[in-house]
């Protein structure tokens, strides 16, 4: 994907990626991501379920009116963000994290078309954990009516990616302070039965091995 | 904290949270928030490293020209996010995810001051690992000039928390579906060494037993 002059890393530039296998992967492998858009001069940022279909990509979760109204139509800023370690140097000023995240601008468009929201919903749950749209119940014309799914097309976006050792200056090189990465992964515990569960209802493989 | 009508969470409204310990916790637990703001009528969403002293937000990371121009006196939003549980119910409509979210709004001020500017970067160092201000090297006079600190006041914000089973519709109770939660947890591995450690430098306990 070229870049353009909204999403080329200008700091640290080294850490800029635009290759669409890059981007797809960030996206795909986040379980959540951030949504910008402005209502009334005032940005807001709010963390929903995202999936990525193609060139698209589907945005669910809490869509509060102010939300819908705000993006649909509207200018919008869709970024994930994985974590992968703290990046401890020699000086707090080189001092930093290692991560891959992905920025992705574009206009929400309201999914509207039933058939288009119902594949997109299908990719929400199924990004979420494979296997389950197949396993739970699917949902009804209404229920579709009262969910929101916001599209938007996967157009201008860029990836930062930061990995390795700290990167010090070489005169402290020589200090005696340790330094090195503490990893950060994201774990999946054991499926916990909602309380509710009736007798002899075993959770399905895809919750029991849960990973992404 | 008084919700405003900007921070008043409306779409399922008793997830929301107002009092400013539940606020507080959820910052200081966060690694990471994501800061919106506005460019030339476009939001954006940029991951960044936060830290929290008593009403203020101070935010450093990656300070590009463009992100710092959009949020020095400019209106911004803060925003972290904790994923506890991926929250299976026995239809995809009331599947969802457990999680506690922050959604601060205020106006970005460029800390200046050096004293200030150095309490807040320490505040950072140590909100991502505590003990860790002693242990490397301070800033110099110019490393202090060369970062960007931004300073937010915390003074309309919201909390969403999500916890506990799913909630299904009463009929759906009856399905043979599994419904439950996959806990979702952050780890820290055991540190990495820098490739260029001397040696006989052991890592900081900080760093060994590292957690939130």
Not at 7 to 24: F, N, S
Not at 34 to 39: M, R
Not at 128 to 134: E, Y
Request: glycine share 6%; proline share 6%; with cysteine.
């Amino acid at each position: 994907m070229e870049p353009t002059h909204r999403t080329r890393v200008k700091r640290l530039h080294e850490r800029g990626a635009y290759d669409l296998a890059t981007i797809e992967a960030i996206l795909d492998e986040a379980l959540i991501c951030h949504v910008g858009f402005v209502h009334e001069d005032q940005p807001y940022v709010i963390p929903t379920i995202h999936a990525r279909l193609g060139d698209n990509l589907y945005l669910h979760g809490s869509p509060a009116s102010r939300m819908l109204r705000s993006i649909r139509d509207q200018p919008i800023c869709v970024t994930v963000t994985l974590l992968d370690g703290l990046v401890l140097a020699r000086s707090h000023f080189h001092s930093s994290m290692n991560y891959r995240s992905v920025v992705a601008l574009g206009t929400g468009r309201e999914v509207t078309d039933p058939e288009e929201k119902m594949t997109a919903f299908e990719a929400v749950v199924e990004h979420v954990a494979r296997g389950q749209w197949d396993t739970a119940r699917r949902p009804t014309e209404k229920e579709l009516k009262a969910t929101s799914i916001i599209a938007m097309e996967l157009s201008e976006a860029s990836a930062k990616i930061r990995t390795g050792d700290p990167e010090d200056d070489e005169e402290d090189y020589e200090l005696e302070v340790w330094a090195g990465v503490i990893p950060v992964t994201i774990g999946f515990g054991s499926p916990l039965d909602d309380s509710r569960l009736s007798p002899g209802i075993e959770p399905p493989t895809h919750a029991t091995s849960y990973r992404r």
